[in-house]
């Protein structure tokens, strides 16, 4: 009797942990309700393939741990990044693409964290600063190859020049 007790005891504390979760969640959803639909990506560049990695987060800028919850931009996912004239394409493999227009990129840089993900090396991610909606945010995203994120900060920036 003892024994299942235990164990039903473990099994509501677990049950109760997630059940907190999906309410966090939920609730910064509606906190974020306001945020403008994502603009979508341009048709002739949906079949455009990038950089290999994970899409790891979009987050409010400056504050590496408000995840944005809305329009699954805190979803972390398999994708591929593509850097076109038009802007950036996340093609995230489970989850929605996420389309970043050139002109409302206002930065590029490497940092070791954002919410979600942090890594062992100074820049093992690639965050682009960009805004939506009169909001400034931050996305994360973790090349495959550590050899890729140079060169993929250096076109992100050139992108951003030209815009």
Do not use: C
Not at 27 to 37: F, G, T, V
Not at 112 to 126: D, F, N
């Amino acid at each position: 009797m003892k024994a299942f007790l235990g164990i039903a005891g473990t099994l509501l504390v677990i049950a109760a942990g997630y059940y907190g979760m999906y309410r966090g969640w939920r609730n910064r959803q509606s906190r974020q309700a306001e945020l403008a639909p994502l603009p979508p990506a341009p048709a002739e560049d949906t079949t455009t393939r990038g950089v290999e990695g994970v899409y790891v987060a979009t987050t409010s800028a400056g504050d590496w741990m408000d995840r944005i919850a809305v329009h699954e931009l805190g979803v972390r996912a398999a994708a591929d990044l593509a850097v076109t004239d038009a802007g950036l394409i996340f093609h995230r493999q489970g989850a929605a693409d996420v389309f970043i227009p050139a002109d409302r990129l206002t930065g590029v840089r490497t940092d070791r964290g954002i919410a979600g993900k942090v890594t062992a090396e100074k820049s093992g991610l690639v965050v682009v600063t960009w805004s939506h909606d009169g909001r400034e945010l931050d996305t994360g995203f973790r090349p495959r190859r550590k050899a890729d994120t140079a060169a993929l900060t250096a076109s992100i920036s050139t992108l951003i020049g030209a815009s």
